[in-house]
Nanobody
């Protein structure tokens, strides 16, 4: 459907910042709702942030609210995840996913998204 690729992960220290990018080969991400999920070692995949299509309303997990910002770069047809004040518990593989739309309330769930990238590793050291 849509081929997604994440980039921007890396190894940083606690308190540092990273910006992740999600891109699709067809340059059509503006037509989709996009979410970021993450999965730490031995943990279930959890919702991080999402942005809807059209007006681009956003959602955030409580654990990242105030630290992370999701946005669109419409010129490049990419979705960015700005991560500030990173903590060791943010260490995970981060995935972007595209779907039709977002749930109105609460966290987004992986099953709502039909297209996924391969993930990018974010490691935050103490």
């Amino acid at each position: 459907q849509v081929q997604l690729v994440e980039s921007g992960g890396g190894l940083v220290q606690a308190g540092d910042s990273l910006t992740l990018s999600c891109a699709d080969s067809g340059r059509t991400l503006s037509s989709y709702a996009v979410a970021w999920f993450r999965q730490g070692p031995g943990k279930e995949r959890e919702f991080v942030a999402a942005i809807n299509r059209s007006r681009g309303s956003t959602r955030y997990a409580d654990s990242v609210q105030g630290r992370f910002t999701i946005s669109r770069d419409t010129a490049k047809s990419t979705v960015l995840l700005q991560m500030n004040n990173l903590k060791p518990e943010d260490t995970a593989v981060y995935y972007c996913a595209a779907g039709i739309g977002l749930r109105a309330f609460g966290p987004q769930v992986p099953s709502d998204f039909g297209s996924w990238g391969q993930g990018t590793q974010v490691t935050v050291s103490s």
